[in-house]
């Protein structure tokens, strides 16, 4: 029965097919697999993947047996067919590659944003507690100058001092903060 169907062109195994003839569907399949797979692993290069878009381009072809119509011929559709499967697979893969990119760079750049904020408020636990070490004369001058933003002329007015000694109050506390400041910053050096 199956020497018959061989004997068949393709375009009379369309027709047979067309109307649910499975021995015709079974003459495709045996005349065209091993061309077709050859032709997927070729751009694939990998055979379980080879094998998955021809199955798939021929149960496709079952499926779709009805309503099938051909410009050209059997062959020509078959190996578009595997083509076009391959590259949708292609481009699923990239959507994939570029999501799970996506989602790496984005864990990495999350990681990084909580290590920054960790270390930031590190800094400014270091800078607290430094400035309230300094000397309290030297520390109220300071953060009149830093935190109420008063200017020497102001701070000096304020505690009966000359803006000079404003001045040099301000500056010896910079001193001192960027001293213990530079050795927290050796150690994290991106802050």
């Known amino acids: 029965m199956m020497r018959l169907y061989s004997n068949l062109s393709d375009v009379e195994l369309v027709d047979l097919l067309k109307s649910g003839n499975q021995l015709a569907y079974t003459e495709i399949f045996e005349r065209y697999t091993r061309v077709l797979l050859r032709h997927a692993f070729r751009l694939l290069s990998d055979h379980e ?3 998955d878009v021809v199955q798939d381009v021929f149960l496709q072809l079952w499926q779709k047996r009805e309503d099938l119509s051909f410009k050209t011929s059997l062959s020509a559709y078959l190996y578009a ?3 076009n499967k391959i590259f949708n697979l292609l481009s699923h893969q990239k959507v994939i590659l570029r999501y799970a990119e996506s989602i790496s760079s984005f864990m990495v750049e999350g990681y990084n944003i909580i290590e920054d904020q960790i270390r930031e408020k590190e800094l ?3 800078i607290e507690k430094e400035v309230d ?14 935190k ?4 020497y002329r102001e ?5 009966n001092i000359s803006s000079e000694t404003a001045k040099q109050q301000v ?3 910079m001193k001192i903060l960027k001293l213990k400041i530079d050795s927290f910053l050796s150690i994290y050096p991106f802050l």
Do not use: G, T
């Open 148 to 151: 109420d933003e008063l200017n």
């Open 124 to 126: 400014a636990l270091i």
């Open 81 to 83: 067919s595997v083509r």
């Open 133 to 146: 070490a300094l000397p309290p004369k030297m520390r109220e001058v300071f953060l009149l100058n830093k």
């Open 155 to 159: 701070i000096s007015e304020r505690l």
């Open 49 to 51: 993947e080879a094998h």
């Open 171 to 173: 500056y010896k506390a």
